[in-house]
């Protein structure tokens, strides 16, 4: 996903929960990975969102979603995908 987000002219930057250095190679693009977070550090997760004021968020991890993710960015008004 990090690949196609990157190869996109409507991204400029992609922040990935966990990820991984290797999602930084060859992408032209600005890639922040967090390895330290798991996907369902929620608060953690909103403040990131808050803080780099993200305009879309793709949740792909089923334990995301079933501890609350979605819901949580919805009501921040964020545009989800996933």
């Known amino acids: 996903m990090v690949d196609k987000y990157s190869q996109s002219q409507n991204v400029d930057k992609i922040m990935a929960v966990p990820g991984n250095d290797l999602m930084k190679v060859n992408s032209e693009k600005l890639i922040e990975t967090y ?3 798991k996907t369902t ?3 953690e997760i909103l403040e990131i ?3 780099k004021k993200v305009a879309l968020v793709d949740v ?3 334990n995301a979603v ?3 993710l979605v ?3 919805q009501k921040m008004g964020i545009p989800i995908r996933g």
């Open 41 to 43: 550090d929620i608060p």
């Open 49 to 51: 969102c808050r803080r």
């Open 71 to 73: 819901n949580s960015l």
């Open 35 to 37: 390895p330290q977070l």
């Open 66 to 68: 079933e501890a609350g």
């Open 60 to 62: 792909a991890q089923d």
